[in-house]
């Protein structure tokens, strides 16, 4: 089994900075994809951010120029650096992870969210 732990969530206010971790551990053998996902109240999920194993990015137009995504293979942590933030990024975030445990066998995992609310 994996498991994801996010961390660093908080309340910041309007323009502030936070910086999420995810860190993946358990029976890893080799992670593919990572990536980030947001929900807010009475909204559906939403990507935000992903990262493959060459370290390509890509973002949700939202949050392009303002969040960066980024991981530290050696240690199996996942990051986003999210900057200028706004009310409407305020939302649950969401760690995900395309992890080979086998040579052949992968699955893909989440993390239990952490919250980020952003308000004056």
């Known amino acids: 089994q994996v498991q994801l732990v996010e961390s660093g969530g908080g309340l910041v206010q309007p323009g502030g900075s936070l910086r999420l971790s995810c860190v993946a551990s358990g029976s890893i053998f080799h992670i593919v994809s990572l990536g980030w996902y947001r929900r807010a109240p009475g909204d559906q999920r939403e990507l935000v951010a992903t990262?493959?194993?060459?370290?390509?990015?890509d973002y949700a137009d939202s949050v392009k120029g303002r969040f960066t995504i980024s991981r530290d293979n050696a240690r199996n942590t996942l990051y986003l650096q999210m900057n200028g933030l706004k009310p409407e990024d305020t939302a649950v975030y969401y760690c995900?992870?395309?992890?080979?445990?086998?040579?052949?066998?992968?699955?893909?995992?989440w993390g239990q969210g952490t919250q980020v609310t952003v308000s004056s």
């Open positions: 990262i493959n194993s060459g370290h390509a990015t």
């Open positions: 995900t992870g395309r992890v080979y445990t086998t040579p052949h066998q992968f699955d893909d995992y």
